[in-house]
């Protein structure tokens, strides 16, 4: 489990040795202003949304995903590639740290990318009481420099229980067996306790027995429903359905793309006057299939949803609805 407190908190704090990992670029910021000297290093991929098999070395799975994002229009594959180079150089040279503090929140996005880092210092073998944990219900981000600096003596130490149960997450979130990610929805634990509801949250990502839709992509579409806005107005409107809102504004813009591409369109119409169409109206009403019309071609995780018959949850039951051999 997450041991007591680490108590070594004056020293490390004062310390540039400390290694700081954190869930985006303004945490990092945020921790800096908050006197908390040592390395920052900002762990940004969105890892839930794309590939993410698990058969590829770190530097072979960073490239994929820099290469992901720049298809995606969320940077220059360039400098992308070099961001992914540069951090993961600094998280394998974690050793030569006297301690490893991690900083994340409770959402989708952070805790995939909590049990990757996990994963990854693992796998580095470090000494025990090396990696502590400040993990949080509310938004980091949103936080002020006053706020963020008491939070680091709450740190918790990663114990051998909590690396074992990161690793398992990590390997069922990079399977081709979506069965594997409910499992990890269901395991109880107070080790990670913040894994079943973002890997739930995970599952409502595949395509619906209902619609074909996402949750993410429904909640967009229902956003559009309630009448004219702007992007920024939509992506409120969205979000304010999310129990943890995990998502970006650039994910969201791409999940409007996505709604108004192809040859069946669940959206049209320009900025600020978006309008679903007729195919979007009877999916909103359930008697429309999307994937039906419009044969899926996305990953999660080490799952790649292709075809018109993809794994589909079914959020009656709580389950997968599975046509085909899924492969691990």
Known sequence: MIAAPASRMNAAAMSATTLHITNGDSVAYLVKKAGLLGTHLPWTDALYEGPVPGDLTLEGLSALRADYAAARGYGSAIALRRDVRKRDATVLRAAEFDEVVIWMEHDLFDQLQLVQILAILHALDLEPGRVALVQTDSYLGMMTPAEIEPLFPKRRTVTVAAFAQAQRAWS??????????????????????????????????????????????????????????????????????????????????????????????????????LVPTALGRRALAGDADWIADAPIDRWIGGVHLVGSTPPRWDDTTQRFDIAETVGE
């Open 172 to 273: 069922a979130f990079t399977s081709g067996d979506p069965h594997r990610l409910l499992a990890v929805a269901r395991e109880e634990t107070r080790v990670l306790p913040h894994l079943r509801a973002a890997f739930l949250r995970l599952c409502e990502e595949f395509p619906w027995t209902l619609d074909g839709l996402s949750r993410s992509q429904r909640s967009a579409l229902q956003a559009i429903a309630y009448g004219p806005g702007r992007t920024d107005e939509l992506f409120r409107r969205a979000q304010a359905r999310e129990e943890a809102p995990f998502l970006s504004d650039a994910h969201f813009t791409a999940i409007l793309g996505d709604l108004r591409a192809g040859a069946a369109p669940l959206v049209e119409g320009e900025e600020g006057a």
